[in-house]
């Protein structure tokens, strides 16, 4: 009797199947790196819940006044800023009435971590007092104050004002 020799294959499905994992694992692996890589969308800031409607009446010491940029934006702020008791400060940060923009406000330290901050305050709006986002020590120190412009239904940027200033201790 005859034998004959028999060949040992794979059959075509599992090669297949082999495939196919390997082709989802490489998808797989550049899904995952498209993901890791790609810039993480934005989220506008909330609308400060301290915002009252209106214009305020500071006190003339705080020396309150309006600032403009050319072919841009305007907006009201104290110019002397006084810590107070509890730390917070009163800024009177308005975005005036018939603004085209939305605004946020923030102090920063000379190191450049932030020492107060509004949320975003629509037009004819205005954030009275901040609290602090830190204990802060009762001494005059510089600031910055920046003021960031956004376009109301987009959320682009209109610029940011810097002002230099000094937080006075209470």
Do not use: C
Not at 71 to 80: E, M
């Amino acid at each position: 009797m005859r034998t004959q020799a028999t060949k040992l294959e794979t059959g075509k499905k599992q090669k297949i199947i082999i495939f196919s994992v390997f082709l989802l694992l490489v998808i797989a692996a550049i899904l995952l790196l498209v993901v890791k890589v790609m810039p993480k969308s934005y989220t506008p800031p909330k609308f400060d819940e301290t915002a009252v409607l209106g214009e305020p009446i500071p006190d003339a010491h705080f020396a309150y006044d309006e600032i403009s940029v050319e072919n841009g934006f305007s907006f009201f702020v104290a110019g002397n800023i006084y810590q107070q008791e509890d730390g917070s400060v009163y800024l009177y940060l308005t975005n005036p009435e018939g603004s085209d923009y939305i605004l946020q406000g923030e102090i920063l330290d000379e190191s450049g971590e932030v020492l107060y901050s509004t949320g975003a305050i629509k037009s004819g709006s205005y954030v009275e007092k901040l609290k602090p986002l830190k204990e802060i020590e009762n001494k005059a120190m510089k600031v910055e104050m920046r003021i960031y412009a956004f376009e109301k239904d987009t959320w682009y940027s209109r610029g940011t004002i810097s002002l230099n200033n000094t937080l006075q201790p209470w």
